[in-house]
């Protein structure tokens, strides 16, 4: 076990980080500090907030963002009289077929909800616009890193395709990742 003095590599001052914190702000200079095993370094956020929404938030959450492409190897269903069919190909193309935006809660969660969250901004696409970091934001900290963001993004692309009406028997995929950020986006 290897212990780490918690100051900002920014202003100095103590930091009051829990056991699975990986990136948080500093309370006094906002800087965002991430937390390794060989120590503290100061990390990358990018602010972001719909584009139709000009008030700021009160609270922001961080997401690894993932820009990719998830490519359909294999997407077998069974039919109602037992067959095999792919009658959700089309469907599952017309939404994997290009490069996007993929979204993974990064703070503290339940499987579940990391889950419906992911689900839920994949398949809408929001549209976030980068944004100024806010003077004094309150962001939760990141507890997921960016390779464990990928493994729970497979994790989100499986559930997508269970939810679709038809009976998944069997999946294989493979995800393109362009670039990753860490994103905080508001509440």
């Known amino acids: 076990m290897k212990l780490l003095l918690l100051r900002c590599p920014a202003c100095q ?90 979204y993974v809660p990064a703070w503290e969660l339940s499987l579940a909800a990391v889950q419906e969250i992911g689900c839920r901004l994949i398949m809408a696409q929001p549209d976030y616009v980068p944004v100024a970091q806010p003077a004094a934001p309150n962001l939760l900290p990141a507890v997921l890193s960016a390779a464990d963001g990928q493994k729970m993004l497979e994790f989100i692309v499986t559930a997508i395709e269970a939810r679709r009406p038809d009976m998944l028997r069997t999946l294989q995929f493979s995800i393109q990742i362009n670039d990753v950020a860490l994103w905080a986006l508001p509440e």
């Open 13 to 102: 001052r103590p930091l009051k980080a829990n056991d699975h914190d990986l990136v948080l702000l500093c309370p006094a200079c906002f800087a965002a500090v991430a937390i390794q095993d060989d120590g503290l370094s100061p990390a990358k956020i990018q602010f972001a907030q719909p584009s139709n929404s000009p008030a700021e938030p009160v609270e922001w959450r961080p997401y690894w963002i993932f820009n990719g492409q998830v490519t359909l190897h294999s997407r077998e269903v069974q039919s109602k009289d037992g067959f095999f069919s792919n009658n959700s190909a089309a469907e599952a193309e017309k939404l994997w077929g290009q490069t996007r935006r993929l």
